[in-house]
């Protein structure tokens, strides 16, 4: 395959926010990911918002997946676009997951956060959601 017709690879970080310490499905949604085609980055456990924006930046993700599962995704993942946007960063598709309620998904979404995912949602229907939202975001 040339240069030419090669499409670069999507650079996706998964993240793990705050003091949860569950990292089951981050790791599985990585490897699904990898197995995608996608350049995986994962952030560990404990990671702030800030520390998530700076990776983003250092690593040029075209994708931030936020994992959470303590209760805490109204603070925190807002807290995450906000480190991003303080940083210039505007072109990065955020996706949530976790432990989140129906009626909270309004609110990430206003927030910058789409997706929403929670448990139990095929793999598939998360990489489909990625790719076809990604264009919107998507650097050239």
Avoid: W
């Avoid at 505007?90 to 927030?111: C, F, N, R, T, Y």
């Amino acid at each position: 395959m040339s240069q030419k017709t090669q499409t670069k690879r999507i650079r996706i970080l998964v993240s793990k926010l705050g003091l949860d310490g569950h990292d089951r499905g981050a790791l599985v949604l990585c490897r699904a990911f990898r197995d995608a085609g996608m350049e995986v980055i994962y952030s560990g456990l404990f990671a702030t918002p800030d520390r998530i924006a700076q990776i983003a930046e250092d690593e040029d993700v075209n994708v931030i997946a936020l994992s959470l599962l303590n209760g805490a995704h109204l603070t925190l993942f807002p807290r995450v676009v906000k480190a991003l946007r303080e940083k210039g960063i505007s072109d990065v598709l955020v996706i949530g997951g976790g432990v989140i309620p129906h009626d909270d998904k309004q609110a990430l979404e206003k927030a910058g956060v789409l997706g929403n995912f929670g448990p139990g949602t095929p793999l598939p229907t998360i990489i489909d959601f990625i790719q076809s939202n990604l264009t919107k975001t998507r650097k050239s």
